[in-house]
Every structure is written in C-alpha cells, then in structure tokens.
C-alpha cells in the first residue's frame, strides 16, 4: 500500500523504510536516509539579505558554502530560538545539497512499510499535503515522512543551488 506513496528512486528494504528522525514544533518527522549526507551541530550562520524568510542563511561546511532552510519557518511552524539540541540535516535533494535546521534530531530508525498509511486529513490541514509522503506509527509513535523534493520547489531548489558555492570559490572562515 505504501508503495504508491514512496517516490521512485527512494532506496529501502522490501520490508522497512531508513529514517532520519527529528523534532520540529514538538512533532516528529523522518526524512529517507539516503537523502542524508550528515548531520552537524549548529555553526555561525550568515544572513542572506533579503532572503525569503525561510532561508536561514549560509554556513562553511569544510570550504563547501551552504545554504540552510529553517524546517520550522518553511512548514509554517512557530520558530524556535537555536539551542544546544538544534542541529542542521545536511541532505541532497535533486542534486542540490543544502542544511536543514531542525529542533533537534531523535534517531536512525528503521520503519517497516506495513506501518505506514497515508496522512489524515488532520495532518494535511496543518502542513500542506504535497509536503508529505505518509505517517508511520511505531511503538505507538507517528513519524510524519517528508518529502524533501517537493518542500521545496524546483524554482527554489535552482535558487538555492546558485547560492551555493563549490569548494574551488568557497569563502574561507
């Protein structure tokens, strides 16, 4: 059944889904695994001016210029001042990587694909739908499923790709 919901190319098991899982505005999200590259602690952010707001700003990934989203602000969710369990996902999505900040991240998880559905109607109306790929319940947790290429837009996944620099040009710190 899930199946129909997994994008193609999206790399799991016959059997479970790998997870990175994290928290935003107390709710728990998981992203495909093989989407993720690392994930860092918090470093110095540089602001982009006039940026869209959902643009946290720059960081220096090993002479690698990033850009990062604020998870919170691109979902529309309250924003969350950056802590010692605020971590930035760095991910590849359509051959663009970038950071993703996120409250705080929880695990590695394998999900199995029986224990996913598709989201409620409750759950689309909080987070535009296109957004997600499906809810998962384990241990009686839900892990909402992001869809990372459709949280942001081609246009803006191009955009986001011209802010950042390859290593050859990369600002040093």
Request: include cysteine; hydrophobic fraction near 45%.
């Amino acid at each position: 059944m899930f199946k129909e919901v997994i994008d193609e190319g999206s790399r799991f098991s016959s059997e479970n889904l790998q997870l990175v899982t994290f928290e935003l505005s107390g709710e728990e999200f998981g992203v495909d695994i093989m989407q993720v590259s690392e994930v860092i602690s918090v470093p110095r952010i540089t602001r982009i001016p006039q940026a869209p707001a959902c643009i946290k700003g720059l960081i220096n990934l090993r002479g690698k210029i990033l850009v990062v989203i604020d998870l919170n602000k691109r979902l529309e969710f309250s924003s969350k001042e950056t802590d010692s369990l605020s971590r930035i996902i760095i991910v590849e999505v359509k051959d663009t990587v970038l950071g993703m900040l996120v409250n705080s991240v929880k695990e590695i998880m394998n999900l199995p694909l029986s224990s996913i559905q598709q989201p409620p109607e409750m759950i689309r109306s909080k987070i535009n739908a296109e957004y997600l790929r499906g809810v998962g319940e384990i241990s009686s947790r839900l892990i909402i499923l992001l869809n990372l290429a459709r949280v942001l837009g081609e246009e803006e996944i191009e955009e986001l790709s011209e802010l950042s620099f390859p290593e050859e040009i990369a600002l040093t710190e």
